[in-house]
Structures are given as C-alpha cells and as structure tokens.
C-alpha cells in the first residue's frame, strides 16, 4: 500500500479495533457523527474480525477521522461475489475540509483491491461522494402482493432474542449455516450485521420455526398486513409455511429481499429512505433484476 498522507498533529493507524482505547475511540467518533452507539457489539461477540478500518486520532488519543471495510460474501444473480461493505466513514466537524475523508477513501479501495474483493457495496445519503470511485447507485425495491393461503402446518413458533444466551446461541447456530435468502441479491455469510440490526430494530420480532429449523425476522405494521424482512435456515421455507407457522392471517404481504424462492406472486415498488445502495465493481457483477439487500443485512 502506498504511504498515507502525513498531517503533522495526527497520527494515521490501522486494524486497531482489538485495541481497547481504540475501539472506544471509533465508537466516540460514530456517536458524535451519526448519533449510533456500537455498544451493543461487545455482548454480541465483538467487532467483525474481518475488519479494516483506517484512521486518524489526535494528541489526545481522539479518532478524528476514520473509514473501514468487512468481508460481506454477496450471490448476485446466482453467483456468489467475494464482495467487501464499506461502513464508518465519519470525519469529526472540526476537522472536515483537510482531505482526511479523500485520503482515507483512497487508503481503503487500494486495501479492497490488494485484498481482492470483486466488488465492494454501501449505503450512503451522499452518493455524490463515492461516485468518481466508481459506485454506481442502484434503487431498491420491496415486494408486495395478497397474502397465500396458510400452509398446513400450526403455529409453533416461538420468539427469540438477543439479549437471551440461550437464544443467542441458536441464532449463531443457524447463522453459521444459513443459506443466501435470494438468489438474485442476498448475503451469503454475515453474522454479526444480522445480530446487530436484530439488536437496533426494536419493532422486529424473530421467531423459530423448529420444523423448519428457521429464523423468521418480520413485523406485523397492521393485523391484515405482514412484512417479511429475512428468513435464516439452510433451507427457505415457503411463505405459505412461514405464515401458519407464526399463527397469522394477513391479507397483504410486504418483503423486503428479492422473493423468488418464496413460491409467491408479487409486485416492486420502489423503497423510500435517506440512505440508498451503491456498487463498485465489473458490470457483469451488477444486479439485473429488482431487489433489496435484507434491512437484516443493512450496515
């Protein structure tokens, strides 16, 4: 890697999240900048050991200014991508407008590309940004159509949270050998983003399917009205069988990930937000039909 640009009163590091006044130094810096506290990582395992964040600190030992990148293994049109997500791009006010964000794009895509990541995605509010590195921006979707006639099993699922050891572990378990929820866009092996949003969303309920061996991850916004946000197991089950087992009677149906091994007619519509999904890499790679990465998944 090239040498990085010198600032006389900062001090450029790397890998330092095992490092504690490290770790709590980047949890200050996203605080100050986006109000989100990473706190919650240490009950749930930790930072991603696949890690690479690149940053400045100050005499004080304050990380002014800081960007990282994770392996986030992608099937993108039924081929699986050695893709890598980008996250914790965050520069402190007072030090905005020295070429610290630049410098620290550019330290970051040459480690992406040494490391031979195919593609690398993210999700930004200021797409304008990352453009001249080759991201392009892509609209997502979600998925809507009436809801299929219950399956024939019962409702035997039970809720699972995070915060339960026991529950915890089943989570990882099923995590651990999941298999991509679409075949159009999903991650193939990403544990920890799944636990974490598990975490954050507080209106998300998950539940296990024991005969399925699933994790459900959905909401119910209205009693007619079901959203469907995730589904964790080696083998998707059928929306039909998601809906007895979880004991609903929905009218309409919203997923939100690309729903073509749910056996279920559907429409895209376009999802509203501040932050959009944007990609780099080779224009074979690039998605080719309407999807949404799971709000499981999002980073």
């Known amino acids: 890697m090239s040498a990085p640009l010198a600032f006389p009163d900062l001090t450029f590091l790397q890998d330092y999240f ?3 006044a490290g770790w709590k130094a980047i949890g200050d810096l996203l605080k100050t900048v986006f109000g989100v506290d990473i706190g919650p990582l240490d009950a749930l395992g930790g930072h991603d050991r696949s890690n690479m964040p ?3 600190f100050d005499a004080e030992g304050r990380c002014v200014a800081n960007f990282a990148a994770f392996s986030m293994p992608l099937v ?10 980008w996250q914790s791009g965050a520069v402190l006010p007072e030090f905005r407008g020295r070429g610290l964000f630049r410098e620290l794009i550019r330290i970051t895509l040459e480690r992406c590309e040494q490391a031979g990541f195919e593609a690398i995605v993210l999700y930004t509010d ?5 453009e001249p590195y080759g991201f392009v921006t892509f609209r997502e979707q979600s998925f809507t159509g ?3 006639a219950p399956g024939n099993a019962f409702a035997t699922a039970r809720r699972l949270s995070v915060e339960n050891p026991v529950d915890l572990a089943l989570l990882r378990e099923t995590l651990a050998r999941r298999t991509p929820v679409s075949n159009r866009i999903a991650v193939c092996d990403q544990s920890l983003m799944f636990l974490l949003n598990a975490y954050l969303l507080e209106d998300v309920t998950l539940s296990w399917l024991e005969a399925e061996q699933a994790v459900i991850a959905w909401r119910q916004p209205q009693a007619d009205r079901f959203e469907l946000l995730d589904i964790v197991a080696a083998d998707i089950p059928a929306l039909d069988t998601i809906i007895a087992g979880l004991g609903l009677a929905p009218t309409i149906v919203t997923v939100q990930f690309p729903p073509d091994r749910l056996g279920w007619e559907e429409t895209a ?7 959009v999904f ?5 224009q074979a790679l690039m998605p080719q039909a309407p999807f949404r990465l799971s709000p499981m998944a999002e980073f």
Do not use: F
């Open 18 to 20: 095992d490092d504690p």
């Open 278 to 282: 944007m990609m780099r890499g080779p």
């Open 76 to 85: 993108i049109d039924g081929r699986r991508v050695r893709a890598a997500a």
């Open 269 to 275: 519509s376009a999802v509203d937000g501040d932050l």
């Open 146 to 148: 009436p809801a299929p």
């Open 54 to 56: 690149s940053a400045y």
């Open 126 to 130: 200021k797409p304008a940004l990352y």
